[in-house]
């Protein structure tokens, strides 16, 4: 079983930046997926980025260029560097972890990220 802890969500002012963090621990295959996906009241969920073990990034429609994924392997760990921010970027931050055989994806517990003024 694998389990997530996110943290780094916050409240920032337009413009400014915030590093989201997603720790995984427990029986960690090799080779995974991570990433993040944001959900608000009114949008569905959002792909924001995903990384795997090689370092090759996805990311979500209109963020790259303000976000960057990345990753520590020897920590287990994914980092969500989030730049620019916007009032539409207020959201709650899922941390995901892919598993390698296809099997159903593991969520955080959601990190909540406002961007107001």
């Known amino acids: 079983q694998v389990q997530l802890v996110e943290s780094g969500g916050g409240l920032v002012q337009p413009g400014g930046s915030l590093r989201l963090s997603c720790a995984a621990s427990g029986s960690i295959w090799s080779h995974y997926t991570m990433g993040w996906y944001r959900q608000t009241p009114i949008t569905q969920s959002e792909l924001v980025a995903t990384?795997?073990?090689?370092?090759?990034?996805n990311y979500g429609d209109s963020l790259k260029g303000r976000f960057t994924i990345s990753r520590d392997n020897a920590k287990n760990t994914v980092y969500l560097q989030m730049n620019s921010l916007k009032p539409e970027d207020t959201a709650i931050y899922f941390c995901l972890f892919a598993p390698p055989d296809g099997s159903r994806w593991i969520w955080g517990q959601g990190t909540q990220v406002v961007v107001s003024s």
């Open positions: 990384i795997t073990t090689g370092d090759s990034a």
